[in-house]
Nanobody, 124 residues
Framework: QVQLVESGGGLVQAGGSLRLSCAAS????????MAWFRQAPGKERECVGA????????YYPDSVKGRFTISRDNANHTVYLQMNSLKPEDTAVYYC?????????????????WGQGTQVTVSS
């Protein structure tokens, strides 16, 4: 079955960096568009980066543009989220998600498969 397993979360001070990884199995990874979402308590789930199956198109919301970088390694079935200059408002559970076809999309409803999430906490 399809599995998406996130890792790399943790506690970091404001201004610090973290790199999240999402290892995929049970699907033809190179044909799936991938994304990272986050959800803080009491807030809606937000896309913080999306990348098409070949990496040719990438989306970031304004809230993370210039600080976060999404990338993928199709040979190793992994998608990454490099997060720099972290702020306390970046604190959330971060989820990896996958969808087949349809191009770049930042809506959570468009994604079929989800990981279990990894906690990122940024202290001030």
């Amino acid at each position: 079955q399809v599995q998406l397993v996130e890792s790399g979360g943790g506690l970091v001070q404001a201004g610090g960096s973290l790199r999240l990884s999402c290892a995929a199995s049970g699907l033809t990874f190179s044909t799936y568009n991938m994304a990272w979402f986050r959800q803080a308590p009491g807030k809606e789930r937000e896309c913080v980066g999306a990348i098409t199956w070949r990496g040719g198109k990438i989306y970031y919301p304004d809230s993370v543009k210039g600080r976060f970088t999404i990338s993928r390694d199709n040979a190793n079935h992994t998608v990454y989220l490099q997060m720099n200059s972290l702020k306390p408002e970046d604190t959330a559970v971060y989820y990896c998600a996958a969808r087949l076809g349809g191009g770049l999309d930042y809506n959570s409803n468009a994604y079929y498969y989800w990981g279990q999430g990894t906690q990122v906490t940024v202290s001030s």
